[in-house]
Nanobody, 124 residues
Framework: EVQLVESGGGLVQAGGSLRLSCACS????????VGWFRQAPGKEREGVAA???????DYADSVKDRFTISSDNAKNTVYLQMRSMKPEDRAVYCC??????????????????WGPGTRVTVSS
């Protein structure tokens, strides 16, 4: 059974850092595209960062130079390191996997399996 489980969310002050983890099971994360998405209250879900099966990464403009996505194939886990966090980063963050190669890694439609999410709150 394919499963993705996020962890690492919580409360952080503006300017602080958090690292989210996406533990994958039932498949080899390194063979798939894995993306991080977030949904803030009252807003649509948006793609934040993604890593392809070849290790290429893509970021939303709003998080570029602040967030870093990485993959540990030995642990079958994908991470999202968040730095210099802002109140607008507050959201529920989900990871997702999909067998996809192309130019649209931040588009949710290319992902098939999703985790339940972890909540991130940033205080000002």
């Amino acid at each position: 059974e394919v499963q993705l489980v996020e962890s690492g969310g919580g409360l952080v002050q503006a300017g602080g850092s958090l690292r989210l983890s996406c533990a994958c099971s039932g498949f080899r994360a390194g063979d798939f595209a894995v993306g991080w998405f977030r949904q803030a209250p009252g807003k649509e879900r948006e793609g934040v960062a993604a890593i392809s099966s070849s290790g290429d990464t893509d970021y939303a403009d709003s998080v570029k130079d602040r967030f870093t996505i990485s993959s540990d194939n030995a642990k079958n886990t994908v991470y999202l390191q968040m730095r210099s966090m802002k109140p607008e980063d507050r959201a529920v963050y989900c990871c997702a996997s999909g067998r996809y190669t192309g130019d649209y890694y931040l588009y949710e439609g290319v992902y098939r399996n999703w985790g339940p999410g972890t909540r991130v709150t940033v205080s000002s």
